[in-house]
């Protein structure tokens, strides 16, 4: 796996009006930690960070550049938070240092390719309930995503975390964990079942209301 470099420095001061003031000047506050390691409070640089979550790069290795040597600063992305309205402004980033030689845990994104027969077919509806997994590998073994194929998937048929082998691997959801379904199209079905009802139900004369009543035509005048 590429790793990303991006360009940090240790915080030189703490505080709201701090971290306030450094996101102006295009700094995000962040926090590196882990590995039998105190945890080390810096800043980061707000474009490249940006262009790095919008390439869609945050299971990357990242490289902060921080110690005297590039395993000192390798580090995943364990949380981002993001400001309510602007997707792009960040508040806060955790990194967590990692060992080349160790296994580490992350969070990978999950992606289904193909079009499933029951849904070309049969009019089924694809449900994929999940986003991403959490997966326990080496640093250089962490994929960008997990792809799965479901063109094969009928009505009825579902794609478990058993059914999926990624090489160097494990994956630690639980193995009945459902990654994508084909249902039947209830949804349709029963919009239709309904609109059907309603129209029997406006033709039915209304209940307790009397019948309507043949009128005979008006005798002549003799």
């Known amino acids: 796996m590429e790793i990303i470099k991006l360009t940090s420095r240790?915080?030189?001061?703490?505080?709201?009006?701090?971290?306030?003031?450094a996101r102006?000047?295009?700094?995000?506050?962040?926090?590196?930690?882990?590995?039998?390691?105190?945890?080390?409070?810096?800043e980061i640089n707000a474009r490249e960070f940006a262009t790095l979550v919008r390439q869609r790069k945050t299971t990357h290795l990242v490289d902060l550049g921080l110690g005297q040597s590039?395993?000192?600063?390798i580090a995943v992305i364990k949380d981002i938070q993001r400001h309510v309205l602007k997707k792009e402004s960040f508040i806060h980033v955790d990194f967590q240092h990692v060992a080349?030689?160790?296994?580490?845990?992350?969070?990978?994104?999950l992606e289904l390719a193909g079009i499933p027969v029951?849904?070309?077919?049969?009019?089924?509806?694809l449900d994929h309930p999940v986003k991403t997994v959490s997966i326990e590998c080496l640093p250089m073994d962490i994929p960008e995503k997990i792809?799965?194929?479901?063109?094969?998937?009928?009505?009825?048929?579902?794609?478990?975390?058993?059914?999926?082998?990624?090489?160097?691997?494990i994956f630690k959801e639980y193995p009945e964990e459902v990654l994508a379904t084909v249902t039947h199209p209830i949804r349709e079905a029963a919009t239709e079942g309904?609109?059907?009802?309603?129209?029997?139900a406006a033709a039915a004369p209304a209940k307790g209301a009397p019948a309507a009543k043949a009128v005979a035509p008006a005798k002549g005048k003799k």
């Open 24 to 42: 102006v000047q295009g700094w995000v506050p962040a926090v590196y930690y882990g590995h039998n390691r105190d945890s080390v409070h810096i």
């Open 118 to 125: 029951g849904v070309k077919e049969n009019h089924g509806i």
């Open 100 to 109: 080349m030689t160790e296994k580490v845990t992350v969070r990978v994104p």
């Open 10 to 21: 240790q915080r030189s001061g703490t505080g709201k009006s701090y971290t306030r003031k």
């Open 70 to 73: 590039q395993d000192d600063s």
């Open 147 to 169: 792809t799965v194929d479901v063109s094969a998937l009928n009505i009825g048929n579902s794609i478990h975390v058993r059914d999926v082998v990624v090489p160097n691997v």
């Open 194 to 200: 309904a609109a059907e009802g309603g129209e029997a």
